[in-house]
């Protein structure tokens, strides 16, 4: 992270926190046993889900995905307005609040690649690579992007400084602009957003993410595997494939 004098924050990661949840390798293996146990089933909540490890990865692996479903995850994320663009599309078993541009003044903080983010893109679409950016692509990556964010942020504060409406004046920011929001899902929901914006040799269907909305999922990715580690342990061994 940097800064200037002017008060922006060029940033080059984002942040993920768990909020609140309700999931525990339990949920999965009450709601899959009332099928053959009906209210019987609720004596799950107080086992060690360990014992059932064989049921998780049977559900898993033949796709018996509802059990999945009982539980939930909310997450604050904070990120550039790019990469909700593309988390927004991601619809069933997910619920989102973002902050409003219309109701409140929004604040100087940019995304700028950090020197570990590859730069150019080699080959054709649905075939090409990115490879790493040389020390001067970099340079000009970092200065372009800083000056742009520079000049429309401070038009943005000349128009509100004349009385125009945030709805009106938001309109010169760029896309690199933070925002955040809150996501709630559940593990199958979250599962299928991993399947498809990361990038893991255990996967058996490949995916390209793009970089950022991939640092995203491997934080949430995180979280969601220290409460739910049968399942996420599940997951992996099954090819990274949502059930």
């Not at 940033?11 to 768990?18: A, N, P, Q, S």
């Not at 009106?168 to 929901?189: E, H, I």
């Not at 399947?195 to 995916?207: H, I």
């Amino acid at each position: 992270m940097t800064g200037d004098e002017a008060g922006a924050r060029f940033l080059d990661d984002v942040t993920v926190e768990l909020i609140k949840h309700s999931a525990s390798d339990s949920d999965v293996l009450w709601a899959a046993r009332v099928s053959t146990a009906g209210e019987q089933s609720l004596e799950e909540i107080g086992k060690d889900p360990a014992r059932s490890r064989g049921l998780i990865n049977f559900l898993m692996r033949d796709r018996h995905g509802s059990p999945f479903e009982h539980n939930s995850m909310t997450f604050l994320v904070s990120a550039p307005i790019f990469v909700f663009r593309e988390f927004h599309r991601h619809r069933v078993g997910w619920s989102y609040n973002e902050e409003s541009g219309r109701y409140r003044e929004l604040q100087p903080n940019f995304y700028v690649p950090g020197t570990e983010r590859k730069l150019v893109q080699e080959g054709r679409p649905g075939k090409y690579v990115f490879a790493e950016g040389s020390a001067e692509q970099h340079k000009i990556v970092t200065e372009a992007m800083e000056a742009s964010y520079r000049q429309s942020y401070a038009a943005y504060r000349e128009m509100l400084e004349a009385g125009i409406a945030r709805e009106v004046a938001r309109a010169v920011l760029p896309v690199g602009l933070f925002s955040s929001m809150y996501a709630t899902c559940n593990a199958r929901s979250l599962m299928h957003f991993l399947s498809l914006r990361t990038k893991n040799e255990q996967a058996k269907v490949p995916s390209f993410p793009q970089r950022e909305i991939e640092m995203v999922a491997e934080k949430m990715e995180a979280a969601w595997a220290t409460l739910m580690p049968l399942t996420h342990e599940a997951f992996v061994a099954g090819g990274r494939v949502a059930p």
